[in-house]
């Protein structure tokens, strides 16, 4: 499996989830190549015409000197061009799948008292944490992004902004020096202007004297960051303006973190020493109780059987509906699970059948708490020490399977399997129309989950629950309109957001956050799991898209933890499984809603390549709101039609182009 | 991959493992620092105490690798006068803190988690994201 790279070099990790090779495209070489011929260029006829006569009539110190500021300005741009940014590898596609449906846009933690927002980005697949930024030139992450800096082409980030403030530092003091023993030259030579070096070194003159303001500006722009300790991206942004910045640790402390800390890691193509720890072998997991599932997927952002389950069921008939035309990569089993030929059967059956779903899988952004399973690496990680992940998927593979499986790719159910009998029930659960029909312990949940599928016809075509996530919103959306017919169908997503918000849940209330206190609560998880199974029939009206829910934890996230009862209340009613339909308000209207939003948006090109090449100083921008807003939107789209909730219609508001705000502060006209 | 296969099979028939992530906590800056709330998906796995025992001195690790100390300063300096070069020559503060983690974890493991059927990763090998146990 793609997973290893050991190899792997700056901008690139490789892996299963890495992105197609990008095009070699020779513009992004001309600013850097200018800029090292300029730089040599002209500093080597300095040295060549104007330095012989300044040591000769001065000193031999001044060249000595200059060659010195020289070099030291060289080896920063050299540092500051080659050394990798603090890239983060991709996390692993098929680790994330599950959560992929799942998981809200954002994420927020509290840092020193300021609730900062993480993102998920959905190329690197992890939520991004706090400073880090994604660069659509590098198309990678990097971790305390400034800019991407075409005069160097690379990447600005932690591990090389040292050498960049060094080199513009050096760079104006080279500049200045150049320009003034220089000037020095040609004052001395009023008479000799036609000779070559006194023409030469006017030549040199001017090229600095030309360079010199533009760098003597972003010098003096960057030592007031360092001093603020902000990086160009936040400064650019305003993500601070007129607020607390967390990151600063004092005028002083800042200035010694940039110049004095110590290098930092990069974190691909490391070296993976291989562990050989011997684990207790059969650690046999005893089957899960009800609260330790629970716990699972809210506590710590524990991957576990119990996401797949619940994102499975839930989403699972949302996901028939996603009209996206992106495909998530189908999982390759065979390469993950060489050992277990059971797997592999299960796998290559389940590719075979593998649907289309998959803009889901791009778009939406997972709740996954591990947050950033950067990866590629993880994955030969995982083979060497025979990680979870692949052991849990086959199992959760052939549990699935018997429902329709399709394209969900066993991985994502893969690597929370928690027990043997939990994962078969997990299985039954989710798949729409069960091909082979439910098999394993749990029957009667397989049994019931089935059934459940069935009546949700539509969204059957779709496989697993896990996959849910692809397109978030998008295909949610689509999956929504027709669950707006299904309660059942709901009832599906509506677990697989409940399962993403009491993740979400648990993060946030770590974090002081208030507007998911009041969601699900552990306790509810539970009853989640088995209620659904055992009484499917029951139509929910309390019905929210999975999606949905994660759109309004979006939503409630931008507005800063809002607790909202409206939110709640249909999660809890999902909760009670099924049984008692919860003001089913946001159900269908949501449902119409985010079909609404999500149409318009699946049509809308992404946005944002923000960060294209800047030149130094200008702003590079991470995409403030890539991709992904799809579930974003909804989100929005669910603000606005939040008071509607109360109406168990699926009424939409008028026709139209809406003005949403969503929750970055953007806004998105949707036609309604 | 021989390894590969084999701990899939030995897990194959052991028991379906489950990852517990110990997830990053940002409340003091974007220092490593990993969160010492207990999981309760390790309740019964292990004794709280030692968890947390594990996770504090992974934190007070780190917080040494990233510490501005005079180490830090000098090899800064070095680097400068040599132009970079003793980068080729000599390991970072931080990367030599760093081994020091992956050998402490690597001790834990043989000594406390395995025999209770955990496995510690090192967070540097996911980009220092989370840290996670295989159950």
Not at chain 1, 54 to 66: A, C, R, T
Not at chain 1, 572 to 588: E, F, N, Q, T
Not at chain 1, 627 to 641: D, I, V, W
Request: proline fraction near 8%; hydrophobic fraction near 30%; aromatic fraction near 8%.
């Amino acid at each position: 499996m793609p997973g290893f790279s050991s190899g792997g070099v700056g901008g690139g990790v490789g892996g299963v989830a890495s992105a197609p090779p990008r095009p070699f495209r020779p513009s992004r070489y001309v600013p850097v190549s200018a800029a090292t011929t300029f730089l040599v260029g002209a500093t080597t006829l300095f040295f060549c015409f104007t330095c012989p006569w300044l040591s000769e009539h001065f000193s031999s110190v001044i060249p000595i000197y200059n060659a010195v500021i020289f070099l030291f300005t060289l080896a920063n741009f050299c540092m500051a061009t080659f050394m990798d940014p603090g890239i983060f590898p991709r996390a692993e596609e098929d680790e994330d799948k599950e959560d992929d449906f799942r998981a809200p846009l954002y994420k927020t933690v509290e840092i020193k008292g300021i609730q900062v927002r993480m993102k998920w980005c959905s190329t690197c697949r992890f939520y991004r944490p706090p400073r880090c930024s994604h660069c659509s030139v590098c198309d990678n992450c990097v971790e305390d992004f400034d800019h991407h800096c075409p005069w160097v082409n690379n990447c600005i980030g932690r591990r090389n902004y040292r050498y960049f403030f060094l080199f513009l530092l050096s760079l104006t003091t080279h500049i200045m020096n150049v320009f003034g023993f220089g000037l020095v030259y040609v004052l001395h030579h009023q008479q000799e202007l036609d000779t070559p070096g006194a023409a030469v070194t006017m030549g040199v003159m001017c090229v600095a004297g030309l360079f010199f303001v533009p760098v003597a500006g972003l010098t003096g722009f960057h030592i007031v960051l360092v001093a603020r300790g902000r990086t160009t991206n936040e400064q650019v942004t305003g993500k601070f303006r007129g607020g607390v910045n967390p990151f600063t640790n004092g005028c002083l402390r800042n200035i010694t973190h940039v110049l004095c800390s110590s290098q930092a890691p990069r974190y691909i193509g490391r070296w993976r020493g291989r562990q050989m720890v011997e684990v207790q072998p059969p650690f046999l997991r005893p089957a899960l109780t009800e609260a330790q599932l629970e716990a699972k997927v809210l506590d710590n952002g524990i991957q576990n059987d119990r996401h797949s389950t619940r994102s499975k069921s839930s989403l699972d008939q949302m996901e028939s509906q996603s009209a996206d035309a992106e495909a998530p990569p189908p999982p390759k089993p065979e390469l993950r699970y060489p050992g277990l030929p059971r797997a592999d059967t299960e796998e290559s059956s389940l590719l075979t059948e593998a649907p289309p779903t998959p803009s889901m899988y791009k778009y939406r952004p997972t709740f996954n708490s591990p947050g950033r399973n950067h990866t590629a690496l993880t994955h030969p990680n995982k083979m060497i020490r025979g990680e979870s992940l692949d052991s849990p998927s086959p199992s959760i593979l052939q549990s699935s399977r018997q429902p329709s499986y399709r394209s969900e790719p066993s991985s994502l159910d893969g690597t929370t399997v928690v027990g043997g009998g939990v994962g078969v029930r997990r299985g039954g659960g989710e798949r729409g129309e069960g091909p082979g029909g439910p098999g394993g312990t749990a029957g009667g949940v397989l049994g019931g989950m089935s059934g459940y599928s069935l009546t949700g016809r539509s969204y059957t075509s779709y496989p697993s629950s896990l996959v849910l996530s692809t397109g978030g919103s998008h295909s949610s959306s689509l999956r929504s309109a027709h669950t707006a017919h299904n309660p059942l169908a709901t009832l599906h997503s509506e677990g697989t957001t409940d399962t993403s918000y009491k993740s979400l849940a648990n993060q946030t209330p770590r974090n002081g956050s208030l507007s998911y206190d009041s969601l699900l609560t552990p306790s509810e998880s539970p009853e989640f799991e088995s209620t659904e199974v055992v009484s499917p029939s029951t139509p929910l009206q309390g019905y929210t898209s999975p999606f949905l829910s994660a759109q309004i934890a979006q939503q409630r996230e931008g507005q800063l933890l809002q607790g909202s009862a409206t939110f709640s209340s249909p999660h809890k009613a999902y909760l009670r499984a099924v049984s008692p339909p919860l003001p089913s308000s946001a159900g269908p209207l949501e449902t119409h809603h985010l079909l609404q939003h999500n149409q318009d948006f699946s049509s809308r090109p992404p946005r944002n390549p923000s960060s294209s090449s800047s030149s130094p100083g200008a702003r590079l921008l991470e995409p403030p709101v890539s991709p992904p807003p799809r579930g974003l939107s909804l989100g929005k789209s669910l603000s606005t039609s939040r008071p509607v909730l109360a109406n168990h219609t699926t009424s939409k508001p008028g026709g139209g182009v809406k003005k949403v705000t969503g929750v970055g502060g953007t806004t998105y006209e949707i036609s309604v | 991959m021989a390894e590969t296969h084999s701990l899939q099979d030995m897990r194959q028939q052991a028991a379906i493992t489950a990852k517990v992530f110990i997830q990053r906590d940002y409340s003091s800056g974007t220092m490593c620092q990993f969160q010492t709330k207990f999981p309760s998906e390790l309740e019964n796995r292990i004794d709280k105490q030692q968890f947390e025992e594990t996770v504090r001195a992974l934190n007070n690790m780190y917080a040494e690798a990233e510490k501005l100390g005079s180490q830090s300063y000098i090899e800064g300096c070095l680097a400068c006068l040599t132009a970079y070069t003793v980068f080729l020559c000599m390991e970072t503060h931080y990367e030599k803190v760093l081994k020091k983690i992956a050998k402490y974890i690597q001790e834990q493991n043989d000594k406390i988690y395995a025999p209770r059927g955990l496995l510690l990763t090192d967070p540097i090998e996911r980009g220092l994201g989370t840290l996670y146990s295989d159950c």
